[in-house]
């Protein structure tokens, strides 16, 4: 499985970037999809995940402000993220699971990643 993000970028504070992942190689796409991020001299950190059903996890510091989403299992997985803080600022990595967790280590295949910065 290959999971390729884009949608990053440079953005001030309050405003809005969509963030997707794009998975290929596989028959069935895996479970469950989800995003981290991981900011300089900081732990990576979970941010939200979406099973295949639809049904949604999110970490408490991302709920009302960012959306995960997917039209079907055969398209990407967006991450909408709105109101966004300067601490949003991270490094964001798309990751595929064969169960719904949002604990890193249940996660086998990993994205490359891709810059989300947010200015004051």
């Known amino acids: 499985v290959q999971l390729v993000e884009s949608g990053g970028g440079s953005v001030q504070a309050g405003g809005s970037l969509r963030l997707s992942c794009a998975a290929s190689g596989y028959l069935l796409r895996p479970y469950f999809m989800a995003w981290f991020r991981q900011a300089p001299g900081k732990e990576r950190e979970e941010v939200a995940g979406?099973?295949?059903?639809?049904?949604?996890l999110y970490t408490d510091s991302v709920k009302g402000r960012f959306t995960i989403s997917q039209s079907d299992s055969k398209n990407p997985v967006y991450l909408q993220m709105d109101s966004l803080k300067p601490e949003d600022t991270a490094m964001y990595y798309c990751a595929a699971s064969g169960i719904k967790t949002l604990t890193a280590n249940q996660f086998v295949y990993w994205g490359q990643g891709t810059q989300v910065t947010v200015s004051s």
């Open positions: 979406i099973a295949r059903d639809g049904s949604t």
